[in-house]
């Protein structure tokens, strides 16, 4: 079965600095991963997708991940942190073990980012 | 613009009572999700549906009900069964197909006292 291990519950960074947030991964064929963000009291925003073209990803607000398959891992960067990038990012692996239909994403505990000024 | 519209954003209920949470879509989307939010536990699978009139339970079903009468609406009804309703509850849609990327609503949060 698929899962994703989110290793930092928070994360704090000075604004202009680079961010990481690290997520690794376990699944038995080759999966879809995605990070979201979520701001206080609103819904999930998908930041981006990896679906086993290029490694690395660029998403929207300047964030990217890489794909690492020999480390199982999906870490998600900027290079230089935002006020309002203060916010919970979740990653995410696709479950595709109900015959490809089934669309069931399995959620990281998520990562509380805070900038500070 | 296409999206997905929870309404309440907030609803309070007395302990022992049903109360159902409404979800619309208007982006086609064939299936559609309910996941229950609570701190330090990440997004939990209620149910979910891929088409009109059929509808699976996910990992915490019980206490909970859905209906899928329509493309567009999938509501979900918190039931005096479920022992512990307070939560974020968060509704989303996508295409079919096994890494498609969600899009969610902008939650609702019941508090059941």
């Known amino acids: 079965a698929q899962s994703v291990t989110q290793l930092d519950s928070h994360v704090s960074v000075s604004e202009g600095t680079p961010v990481l947030l690290r997520c690794n991964y376990s699944s038995s064929y080759s999966p879809s991963l995605f990070w979201y963000v979520q701001h206080p009291n609103k819904g999930l925003q998908l930041l981006l997708k990896y679906t086993s073209a290029a490694t690395l990803v660029k998403g929207i607000n300047g964030f990217e991940a890489e794909f690492k398959k020999s480390e199982t891992s999906f870490h998600l960067t900027k290079p230089s942190a935002h006020m309002s990038d203060a916010a919970e990012y979740f990653c995410?692996?696709?479950?595709?073990?109900?015959?490809?239909?089934?669309?069931?994403?399995?959620f990281g505990t998520g990562t509380l980012l805070a900038v500070q000024p | 613009d296409g999206g997905i519209t929870q309404s309440p954003k907030y609803l309070f209920r007395k302990e022992g009572q049903n109360v159902t949470l409404s979800c619309e879509q208007n982006l086609n989307h064939d299936a559609m999700y309910w996941y229950r939010q609570d701190p330090g536990q990440g997004l939990r699978l209620i149910y979910y549906s891929q088409i009109v009139n059929d509808f699976q339970k996910g990992d915490i079903a019980e206490g909970y009900s859905v209906s899928r009468e329509k493309k567009e609406s999938f509501p979900l009804t918190v039931t005096s069964a479920q022992k512990n309703p307070t939560a974020f509850y968060l509704c989303?849609?996508?295409?079919?197909?096994?890494?498609?990327?969600?899009?969610f609503g902008n939650g609702t949060r019941l508090t059941v006292t």
């Open positions: 995410v692996v696709s479950d595709g073990d109900y015959g490809g239909a089934t669309n069931k994403l399995i």
């Open positions: 989303a849609s996508s295409p079919l197909g096994s890494g498609s990327p969600l899009h």
